[in-house]
């Protein structure tokens, strides 16, 4: 036991006085001896006589140490500890050591197993002893001031990470003349990817994609300052939107002001007129846009003499000219997609070693493309890509990872697709509905088909918003919706990123069943999903990347008498 009857007084200096340790031994001299050692100091002691009581103490109290004998029963002690550490506690644990059991080097490595443990012979001198607790609660204030600090930079970057996605655009968008939606993947929490959507009318608009040199937060401080330039010039000189190489000129001249020597952009600045189906953009060291015929599936080579220029920011004196632009006339079917070289550097290990072939990725795209033609979900084509790309095994991101897809929307000389975006907000939902209700009366004339297809889209929306989202992803997200109008049925899509649900539609029977229940306990809640399940006659529902893919089909009844 450590000697406390020395002619010299115990000398304990510590930078904190304030701290609290417990004594734990069965062996009452040995806890008197630890007791004396401490008298005179202002550390405040707890004595433990019964090892029963460390768990309820642990629960009620803080402590900067433990002191514990290790008497002949060693396991004993190992045992208590991992029930302290599975308690979620990792406050350092010091313990006395008899004189016998320093040759005993299978008990001295299962001490050191735990990187919180240490010990230190029972019959140590008091200076020693003093030295060993000042070394063993330092070190862990400094671990606990360490973990402090990284949980605080750990929660800006979280709200870095919100700021910056509530920058962004909307993931998905329509309206009458175009369509497209995001997959926005950072490598960390924050990204160096830039996407920007500038509508200049209904017709014409401007995307702007880019990669930040680097990761982490300087790219992303670097990301967020472009966005406020780009949107106060576009604002100030729309006219220069239709010049892609102009929006170069003045994103390098920025950059080589502003950010000189600290990062640079790979940029593509597409300009695109829907009414005339024209495209013009600057290729500035970026991924080249890839375009899709949805009917045929067909890769389109839109850039045939590689035109393109150096990253925005890299070379203060380049010139961006308008020969260095690409300019191309699409079809009313073209699919175009944009992605990040995020997508290049997918690989199957984290080392990196086995990256994804583009031939796979461009087979897959072109496929996904015509599937979603025929079945009017566009929508999910960036987030249905990464998925089959992650059930290839290609599940190691290497760098911020985004991918976009654009095009007009089907149908477009036909009136029998409504599609629109919702914010996650109730008030939102019931004008959606009501539209929605008008889109199906318009077409059908059919008051009870319209109803149950207002009241089957608002439990579900309903049901998303309330149990679906935290309460910041209320506030940011949209859920997208389009209804398909056919002779006998009516299918309704709707894409949220609400959380995964497993077993979320009931069958009709079930749901006869279900409401019945309800209905006779006169419960005003708990009914949406059965709703539903009476409603649809076929449901699905699949999970690509984090985007829910709900599909309900809702029957036209024959009318009698040939109406």
Excluded at 95 to 111: K, T
Excluded at 473 to 484: P, W
Aim: glycine content about 4%; proline content about 4%; aromatic content about 10%.
């Amino acid at each position: 036991m450590p000697n406390a009857e020395s002619n010299e007084p115990t000398q304990i200096m510590l930078d904190n006085e304030h701290y609290r340790i417990m004594l734990l031994s069965g062996d009452a001299s040995i806890l008197s001896s630890l007791e004396k050692f401490f008298v005179g100091t202002k550390l405040t002691v707890v004595s433990v006589a019964n090892e029963n009581e460390v768990i309820p103490l642990l629960n009620s109290e803080k402590f900067d140490v433990i002191i514990s004998e290790v008497c002949t029963n060693a396991a004993k002690s190992l045992c208590l500890r991992q029930r302290i550490r599975e308690g979620g506690y990792e406050m350092p644990l010091l313990f006395l050591v008899p004189q016998h059991c320093w040759s005993n080097m299978d008990l001295l490595c299962q001490i050191v197993e735990d990187p919180y443990s240490y010990y230190f012979p029972e019959n140590a001198d008091s200076r020693f002893l003093s030295a060993k607790l000042k070394q063993v609660i330092n070190a862990n204030r400094s671990k606990e001031m360490l973990n402090y600090t990284k949980s605080k930079l750990e929660r800006n970057l979280m709200l870095a990470s919100h700021l910056q996605q509530a920058m962004l655009p909307p993931w998905v968008y329509f309206n009458k003349s175009y369509e497209f939606s995001s997959f926005y993947c950072p490598f960390s929490q924050v990204s160096g990817d830039l996407f920007e959507w500038i509508p200049l009318d209904d017709d014409r608009v401007l995307f702007i994609f880019g990669d930040v040199s680097g990761h982490g937060t300087h790219s992303a401080l670097a990301m967020t300052a472009v966005q406020s330039f780009l949107k106060q010039m576009i604002f100030l000189d729309k006219e220069k939107a239709q010049k892609p190489y102009l929006v170069a000129r003045e994103i390098n001249e920025f950059f080589c002001h502003h950010l000189q020597n600290i990062v640079y952009m790979s940029t593509l600045i597409a300009y695109f007129d829907f009414k005339n189906n024209y495209l013009c953009y600057q290729n500035a060291g970026y991924m080249d846009l890839v375009c899709v015929d949805a009917i045929t599936g067909q890769i389109d080579n839109i850039n045939p003499q590689n035109k393109g220029s150096l990253p925005l920011g890299m070379v203060k004196d380049v010139q961006y000219t308008e020969d260095d632009n690409v300019e191309y006339h699409f079809l009313d079917s073209s699919v175009f997609l944009f992605f990040s070289d995020g997508l290049m550097d997918l690989a199957k290990d984290k080392a990196g070693e086995s990256f994804m072939d583009m031939n796979v990725c461009m087979n897959l795209v072109s496929k996904l493309v015509m599937e979603a033609q025929k079945e009017e979900k566009t929508i999910a084509i960036p987030f249905r890509c990464h998925h089959s790309l992650e059930e290839l095994g290609y599940q190691c991101p290497q760098d911020d990872l985004s991918m976009v897809i654009i095009r007009k929307p089907l149908n477009l000389e036909k009136e029998y697709v409504f599609s629109s975006h919702v914010p996650a907000d109730k008030k939102a939902v019931d004008a959606i509905c009501e539209k929605a209700y008008g889109f199906v009366m318009s077409y059908y004339e059919d008051e009870e088909l319209s109803v149950n297809t207002e009241l089957l889209l608002e439990e579900y929306l309903i049901n998303v918003i309330m149990h679906g989202l935290n309460e910041y992803e209320k506030l940011h997200e949209y859920i997208a919706i389009k209804l398909c109008a056919y002779d006998d049925r009516l299918k309704l899509i709707i894409w949220d990123h609400g959380k995964e649900w497993n077993g979320l539609i009931m069958q009709q029977q079930t749901a006869d069943e279900t409401l019945d229940r309800l209905n006779e306990e006169l419960m005003a809640s708990g009914r949406g999903l059965p709703i539903i399940g009476k409603i649809a006659s076929f449901s699905s529902r699949q999970r690509y990347s984090g985007l829910n893919e709900s599909i309900f089909c809702i029957p036209r009844k024959e009318r009698k008498g040939g109406e």
